[in-house]
């Protein structure tokens, strides 16, 4: 007598493992998710400089946002800043003619980001090609394409992720000057601005 066993070898039963393996890989791949920005966790860094003497770095609140990723890409998104919460972070004060205090009074004024008649400014995606993508962004109510650079989309645990980016734009451009010229002249036309941003899947 014999025993003849019809179940499947151990080579087809390895073979259905790897294709539901990449099966389920593939729709990774191809899945598209929102995030919603962790206002609390996120944050905007600027810095300015002034022309052969030092630069000034700070940071701004991020109100609102979402981000959306495809296969742990970046293919949209769009956040609102607090302009209200600018706080300087380096160490180039005194305490009598140059203070933190002085200087948040001088960029919140009329001339430069006038943020009582604009308290937000505003970022807009509209295209991404790798780690590098395009956007709208608006300060004291003006519009303009950007780009932003050196994109970083890192997952996490319990649906979290962390996006990063960098973004320089001239100021000019958004009516932030001095009304003087030669004042004008003795800050830099470029703003730059490092974008963190941590986002839950909705």
């Known amino acids: ?85 600018m706080a300087p972070s380096d160490t180039n004060y005194n305490t009598t003619d140059h203070t933190k205090d002085g200087l948040v009074g001088h960029l919140s004024s009329a001339e430069f980001f006038d943020v009582a008649g604009n308290p937000k400014a505003m970022l807009k995606i509209t295209g991404v090609t790798g780690n590098t993508a395009t956007a709208d962004l608006t300060i004291r109510g003006k519009t303009n394409p950007e780009n932003i650079t050196d994109i970083v989309i890192t997952p996490g645990e319990g649906g979290l992720m962390k996006a990063t980016g960098k973004l320089v734009f001239d100021r000019q451009k958004y009516g932030v000057a001095w009304k003087a010229t030669m004042k004008d002249m003795v800050l830099q036309d470029n703003i730059e601005l490092t974008v963190e941003l941590v986002g839950k899947a909705q």
């Open 1 to 85: 007598l014999s025993i003849v066993a019809c179940g499947p070898s151990e080579a087809e039963i390895a073979a259905t493992k790897a294709k539901a393996t990449a099966d389920s890989l593939a729709a990774v791949a191809a899945m598209e998710i929102t995030y919603t920005v962790d206002a609390t966790n996120s944050k905007v860094m600027w810095a300015g400089t002034m022309v052969g003497v030092y630069t000034h770095t700070g940071t701004l609140n991020i109100v609102e946002g979402s981000i959306m990723t495809k296969g742990g890409q970046l293919t949209g998104g769009s956040f609102v800043v607090d302009m209200t919460t």
